[in-house]
């Protein structure tokens, strides 16, 4: 008579395969910490490099999550409460959102893209969005100036903005020239 074994489950595995990585990780860390690497001295001439400057925070980065969720309202409150209307960013998302709100604000969003590129005339994304806004104002010809100006900014080499504007356009005149939103 031979034992039966109930199957091990997804589960079951995947627990003992991590345990047993975990253990191997623990074991390899405490051989490196009994034997720690040795490293040549540092020559007495050669000065030690000042420590490089923390990174600073994305005071964006809570708006950028909101938009990316489609979280439009709350994209908005959060980008009127950040207030950085010097930033050429903040300008683009501020754009950004108005035009893909449910409600779209076209002729503000125009306005908030306008001033991005006035603070910085190469913003990629506000030079795409710009465009994709004037098509939905039915102005091809302002989008394919952005499209120009993009394909300027981004070389021979191209770069995702050039291809998403010039997606939007393909879509635009294959739909009669009527604005077709992306699918991501």
């Known amino acids: 008579m031979t034992a039966h074994t109930a199957p091990i489950s997804p589960t079951a595995r995947l627990l003992t395969l991590s345990a047993a990585t975990l253990a191997l990780l623990f074991a390899q860390a405490a051989q490196a910490a009994d034997h720690p690497p040795v490293f040549p001295a540092r020559p007495a001439a050669v000065p030690a490099a000042a420590p490089a400057p923390a990174p600073a925070a994305d005071k964006l980065a809570?708006?950028?999550y909101l938009t990316r969720s489609?979280?439009?309202?709350?994209a908005l409150e959060?980008?009127?409460r950040i207030n950085d209307t010097g930033s050429a960013d903040w300008h683009n998302l501020m754009g950004y959102t108005l035009r893909s709100s449910k409600a779209p604000d076209l002729a503000a969003?125009?306005?908030h893209y306008?001033?991005?590129l006035r603070i910085d005339p190469r913003h990629r994304n506000a030079l795409e969005y710009s465009g994709e806004l004037y098509l939905m104002k039915g102005d091809l010809d302002k989008a394919q100036a952005r499209l120009a100006t993009l394909s300027t900014e981004c070389g021979a080499s191209g770069c995702q903005q050039q291809e998403q504007l010039q997606a939007a356009i393909e879509r635009y005149k294959a739909a009669g020239n009527k604005y077709v939103p992306s699918n991501w």
């Open 70 to 74: 489609l979280q439009w309202p709350a």
């Open 114 to 116: 306008a001033e991005a």
């Open 62 to 64: 809570q708006a950028r």
């Open 109 to 111: 969003a125009e306005k």
């Open 78 to 80: 959060e980008l009127k």
